[in-house]
Nanobody, 116 residues
Framework: QVQLAESGGGLVQAGGSLRLSCAAS????????MAWYRQAPGKQRELVAS???????NYADSVKGRFTISRDNAKNTVYLQMNSLTVEDTAVYYC??????????WGQGTQVTVSS
């Protein structure tokens, strides 16, 4: 059993910052990748940022230069630092953790609302 606990969502004004956290616990042998996705109302879920075991990161074009994904391997935790937020960033944000043997686990989602 693996559980992902998300935190850090909330309401912020445009131009503000927010940091999301996702801590994995349970029967985890090794984490191969971590990622953040988001889904806005009426839209499909999209990949926002990812980080693999080597530390390499990737970002959606819409968030490059504003968002930073990072990890704390000792704590099995992934973070998403979001700066210069805009109303277009409003969505439910989900973390995902991948482990060997194609196993993936999802967080429950946390709402991020950016007001103008």
């Amino acid at each position: 059993q693996v559980q992902l606990a998300e935190s850090g969502g909330g309401l912020v004004q445009a131009g503000g910052s927010l940091r999301l956290s996702c801590a994995a616990s349970g029967n985890i042998f090794r984490i191969t990748a971590m990622a953040w996705y988001r889904q806005a109302p009426g839209k499909q879920r999209e990949l926002v940022a990812s980080i693999i075991s080597s530390g390499d990161t990737n970002y959606a074009d819409s968030v490059k230069g504003r968002f930073t994904i990072s990890r704390d391997n000792a704590k099995n935790t992934v973070y998403l630092q979001m700066n210069s937020l805009t109303v277009e960033d409003t969505a439910v944000y989900y973390c995902k953790v991948a482990t060997p043997f194609s196993r993936e686990y999802w967080g429950q989602g946390t709402q991020v609302t950016v007001s103008s």
